[in-house]
């Protein structure tokens, strides 16, 4: 209850100078927080990310919208954001591939950074090259709206019980 | 106006169901906000993460608390989260070495994670490998509050014009 | 002339003792001697890895059968062969690609060994992701002859002056 | 027999036409050779490269002589090469470091070329950053002999029965 009314005053007191921008970015964080309770998300930050899956059979696509709460200092895509996704889109095509008492964590990943990521939404196509019984190695290429190249990166992962 | 009621509304309507955890990562959020709009942070992402630089020397520590904000949907730090402080803390690092009217965007990354993200905080200890006009490449090793090598990560920056 | 009567001598002494396989190496060194001599090869290194091209559109194959030359100290392949299969495919497909008064030199690789290199050869398939007027970034996939993915690498090329 | 008279044809057919570079090549495979019968080295490339060690407490630094067997088309040091004693120097203190009844397989590799690889030798410093039970995880740094950093890198491995 306390805390409730000291997280309103919280958000009156950030409303008063806020500008567009930071409403925009709060909103989708009490969007996704909304989403996350309805059990649309596992974790927070793909709550607020909006990640959204588009599985086509082998491959698994998750995709983005570009909002200003992914930028970086200089207006694009935060390349940790871009790392996120292929991370979360590899991740969960590993975590699909596999027996439920398994969970794939990840071992290591390489991003080359190809074009600024700019538009209206980015979109990972993920892949799995191998998948054992211990590891899995995948890899994914992130494209934005209109098929620009953003990304691409591989990535390995232990598969551990759960 | 408008807008600021609505988003009354829906922190109100959050709040009703909210879970303790939620209401700390909604607060962390609202922390961030505030701190963004005084001029502390550039990005929206490293105000929520709440980055700290700690520079020595040649070095650049970069610091992060671990909080639920961070968690991945095996309750350890998200690797996205990882690769966002140590392309942020590498990147800084590479800003604060170059003429005002350059700057560093990211062309590759890679990381290694060895250790679970687990404790109070992620400490990131930034370096330059090599710093020439138009490109740079540096790495970087993440420990946990109590010395755990949690990721090590190397990367590479184009240096272009502003 | 003195030289070459050394290296006979050498040469004399080596087969007193040596194996078959030792024999296999020496003569395919000796193979890859002429073939560069004759203008096949650019490099020692190739001439006596036996790479050899089969493009095919966007992509460039390279090929190289697995002899007792490219065993590590396990019989299989070392992946530093496998690291120069890829190298070379990539960066050949890349000086392929851009004007003659640049060239290609590489930046950055990373490589996922994803089976052990056995077999009769190894095939690497390069692709270029992107190629701007000053770098390029390039992926392939590494096969064996019954067509296990044996590897799967990315590598970024600065273009250079000559 | 009939097998060296062969080889012994061979090299008098190479040596007729062979280049001061080329004879040089040819003696460092045969001192090569040599080595690796005397049991110097376990694989023929290692004997080639002449890779010594210089261990150094918890590091283990390997060395290689600059000569025309490294060379790329462009007379410096073929990143194959410098892929090679990267991955060989980290894989030999990974095995120097774990029981007997394992050995150390490499599982994955990035490379960062940071100066042509020109002078008189290449010295490689590598370190292990994990030791598991099933994997290791090392990085190392390759300087020439001026002391100039030719290339980092970072490798993983697993540990298999032998």
């Known amino acids: 209850m306390d805390l409730n009314k000291e997280i309103l005053n919280k958000v009156q007191d950030v409303l008063t100078s806020a500008t567009d921008e930071d409403k925009r970015v709060l909103t989708q964080v009490l969007n ?7 059990g649309e998300y596992k974790t927070y930050i793909t709550s607020f990310m909006k990640t959204s899956i588009q599985e086509s059979g082998e491959q698994l696509e998750m995709s983005i919208p570009i909002t200003p ?17 292929a991370d979360t889109a590899m991740g969960t ?34 892949t799995i090259l191998h998948l054992g019984s211990k590891t899995s190695v995948t890899e994914c290429k992130i494209y934005n709206d209109v098929g620009t190249l953003v990304a691409a ?7 551990i019980p759960r």
Chains 1, 2, 3, 4 share one sequence.
């Open 153 to 159: 990166a591989s990535g390995s992962f232990y598969l």
């Open 32 to 38: 996704g927080l909304q989403s996350k309770h309805n």
């Open 93 to 126: 095509l590993v975590n699909r591939r596999i027996p439920e008492n398994l969970v794939a964590v990840t071992s290591e990943m390489k991003l080359n950074y190809i074009a600024p990521g700019v538009g209206e939404a980015l979109r990972c196509e993920a």
């Open 69 to 85: 709460f992914l930028s970086n200092s200089v207006d694009i895509v935060h390349g940790g954001f871009t790392a996120t996704l």
